[in-house]
């Protein structure tokens, strides 16, 4: 789901994907496109994959990505692109045989009409969560925690915190108010974007507020989940979450270049990012506000390189257990054509998470029947007729090359 954190101005907040890539085998479409127009693309004949068994369904078979194909998938592209007035995204889809298509569309910087281009970092938002629940697996598998230990344990003061579970709070299902949907938590942040904001100012944020229901009694997409569960990661190991994150999961994923910045900190070359989550109601560069406020729900930066590979060790538990990974993806209905497992969606097969904050927008999918990668990321969270751009484009995507599994988001209802 996303790190939106005011539904009233967003409507209804919807939710997300986290999965990872296979390296494409066989022939390549590769290029970007400045401001939509086209690149030049170099492609190659693709490998003529094993047949597939009878009992597939033709609707399950992924395509080759062959010229054709891209050509589709660029208008497709260039569409939401257009009609959702996206300033700029790169987007990557892959599978095992079928060829790799990597594009970048529109403009990384509006004031200086700078191409977008598939080697930028962006804020990843709420992709960080795969991350910090990653984390919090690892001690499972380790024996340091337990997944059906009280948040009380390990953190104070929290309501219901002798009844709610790690369990519970990594599958969206604690009870606990968002954070993010506090109008004095908007006012403060929105005034002054730069300001530094502790986890324990932000579950205060949550705590002012009654629970909204019982724990494990439904599904409810909340940060104040994530803010809990970096702390518990932080007391058990016994070192900040972000050196965790770094030394026990980015680092043995293999990953250059994703970082989980204390500030405001981001490595270059990035797009400028734009929101009208703004004190003005105005559309403005949130390039550099300080994503403290999203901490351990929403604060990671990364590339398409590093998501690709990510979404893959996501999905197929490379860093845990068989049975720690089980229990992740054992999703529970969440909304319409939606599970949740623990830190993770299941969207019409498509598995993996999405993630929103200010100024920038990411899709990270794996699809286990075709072993088949999709990532987007983009400039901007500003929303299109009530949907995240980045579902848009995974919709738009998905017709094409996985009819029979279409990524289509459905907003989480205001509770």
């Given amino acids: 789901m996303t790190t939106r954190w005011r539904s009233a101005a967003v409507g209804a907040a919807a939710v997300g994907l986290v999965v990872g890539p296979l390296g494409a085998g066989g022939g390549a479409v590769?290029?970007?496109?400045?401001?939509?127009?086209?690149?030049?693309?170099?492609?190659?004949?693709?490998?003529?994959?094993?047949?597939?068994?009878?009992?597939?369904?033709?609707?399950?078979?992924?395509?080759?990505?062959?010229?054709?194909?891209a050509r589709q998938l660029d208008d497709a592209?260039?569409?939401?692109?257009?009609?959702?007035?996206?300033?700029?995204?790169?987007?990557?889809?892959?599978?095992?045989?079928?060829?790799?298509?990597?594009?970048?569309?529109?403009?990384?910087?509006?004031?200086?009409?700078?191409?977008?281009?598939?080697?930028?970092?962006?804020?990843?938002?709420?992709?960080?969560?795969?991350?910090?629940?990653?984390?919090?697996?690892?001690?499972?598998?380790?024996?340091?925690?337990?997944?059906?230990?009280?948040?009380?344990?390990y953190v104070d003061g929290v309501p219901n915190g002798d009844r709610i579970t790690l369990r519970e709070l990594a599958g969206m299902r604690s009870g606990l108010f968002n954070y993010s949907a506090d109008e004095d938590f908007y006012k403060a942040l929105t005034s002054d974007p730069d300001r530094h904001f502790t986890p324990q100012e932000l579950l205060g944020y949550s705590f002012e507020?009654?629970?909204?229901?019982?724990?494990?009694?439904?599904?409810?997409?909340?940060?104040?989940n994530l803010i809990l569960l970096g702390l518990v990661v932080e007391k058990v190991s016994g070192i900040p979450l972000d050196r965790f994150i770094?030394?026990?999961?980015?680092?043995?994923?293999?990953?250059?270049?994703?970082?989980?910045?204390?500030?405001?900190?981001?490595?270059?070359?990035?797009?400028?990012?734009?929101?009208?989550?703004?004190?003005?109601?105005?559309?403005?560069?949130?390039?550099?506000?300080?994503?403290?406020?999203?901490?351990?729900?929403?604060?990671?930066?990364?590339?398409?390189?590093?998501?690709?590979?990510?979404?893959?060790?996501?999905?197929?538990?490379?860093?845990?257990?068989?049975?720690?990974?089980?229990?992740?993806?054992?999703v529970v209905d969440a909304l319409p054509g939606t599970g949740y497992g623990l830190g993770i969606f299941n969207v019409q097969g498509w598995i993996g998470h999405n993630g929103s904050l200010p100024g920038y927008g990411s899709l990270v999918l794996y699809l286990p029947q075709a072993q088949a990668t999709l990532v987007v990321l983009l400039n901007t969270d500003i929303g299109y007729e009530n949907q995240e751009p980045s579902t848009l484009f995974?919709?738009?995507?998905?017709?094409?090359?996985?009819?029979?599994?279409?990524y289509s988001l459905p907003a989480q209802p205001a509770s």
């Fill in 30 to 69: 590769y290029a970007w496109d400045a401001a939509a127009a086209h690149a030049p693309t170099a492609t190659a004949p693709a490998p003529t994959p094993p047949p597939k068994p009878a009992t597939t369904p033709a609707s399950d078979a992924f395509p080759q990505l062959t010229p054709a194909v």
């Fill in 77 to 153: 592209v260039r569409k939401v692109l257009a009609e959702a007035k996206v300033p700029g995204v790169i987007v990557s889809v892959s599978a095992p045989g079928k060829g790799e298509y990597v594009r970048s569309f529109g403009v990384a910087d509006k004031a200086k009409g700078t191409p977008m281009t598939p080697n930028l970092n962006m804020r990843i938002g709420s992709v960080t969560k795969t991350f910090t629940v990653t984390a919090l697996l690892e001690l499972v598998d380790d024996g340091k925690v337990g997944l059906d230990d009280p948040i009380g344990k």
């Fill in 209 to 224: 507020h009654p629970v909204l229901f019982e724990p494990n009694a439904k599904f409810y997409y909340c940060n104040t």
């Fill in 246 to 330: 770094d030394r026990e999961v980015v680092e043995p994923a293999g990953l250059t270049h994703t970082v989980f910045p204390t500030g405001a900190e981001f490595p270059n070359p990035h797009a400028q990012g734009y929101t009208n989550q703004t004190a003005s109601g105005k559309v403005e560069e949130s390039t550099d506000w300080d994503p403290s406020w999203a901490w351990a729900a929403g604060a990671m930066i990364s590339d398409l390189s590093d998501l690709r590979s990510w979404a893959k060790t996501l999905a197929t538990g490379t860093l845990l257990t068989p049975a720690t990974q089980a229990q992740r993806l054992d």
């Fill in 394 to 406: 995974g919709e738009a995507i998905t017709k094409i090359v996985t009819p029979g599994h279409v």
